[in-house]
């Protein structure tokens, strides 16, 4: 069964961290997009990040820029979202997802991704 398996979030304090854990199952990331999204009450899913597998090339929306860093390991099949400097507006279910077509640029702007994660809640208290 092919499916994305999230670790992570929780409640932290502002200006703390976290790290996000994105895990393929029946599946590997190779030649795949894997974006982080994330989702908040009455607002559409936003992409925060994403990286190519292939290439490691990588994306971030301006609002996390310099604080989020995504990264994958091959080895464990597991792509990561490092979260720095939260503040309390970063607050909302985090979501990974992965798609591995040929306009996955465009999906990932659309947020049409092929395969999702269940979501983690990252709560950031001021």
């Known amino acids: 069964e092919v499916q994305l398996v999230q670790s992570g979030g929780g409640l932290v304090q502002a200006g703390g961290s976290l790290r996000l854990s994105c895990a393929a199952s029946?599946?590997?990331?190779?030649?795949?997009?894997i974006g982080w999204f994330r989702q908040t009450p009455g607002k559409e899913r936003e992409g925060v990040s994403y990286?190519?597998?292939?290439?490691?090339?990588?994306s971030y929306a301006d609002s996390v820029k310099g604080r989020f860093t995504i990264s994958r390991d091959s080895a464990k099949n597991t792509v990561y979202l490092q979260m720095n400097n939260l503040k309390p507006e970063d607050t909302a279910v985090y979501y990974c997802?992965?798609?591995?077509?040929?306009?996955?640029?465009?999906?990932?702007?659309?947020?049409?991704?092929?395969?999702w994660g269940k979501g983690t809640l990252v709560t950031v208290s001021s």
């Open positions: 990286i190519v597998s292939s290439e490691g090339r990588t």
């Open positions: 029946g599946f590997t990331f190779d030649g795949y997009l």
């Open positions: 997802a992965a798609d591995s077509n040929n306009d996955y640029f465009i999906r990932y702007r659309r947020a049409l991704m092929d395969y």
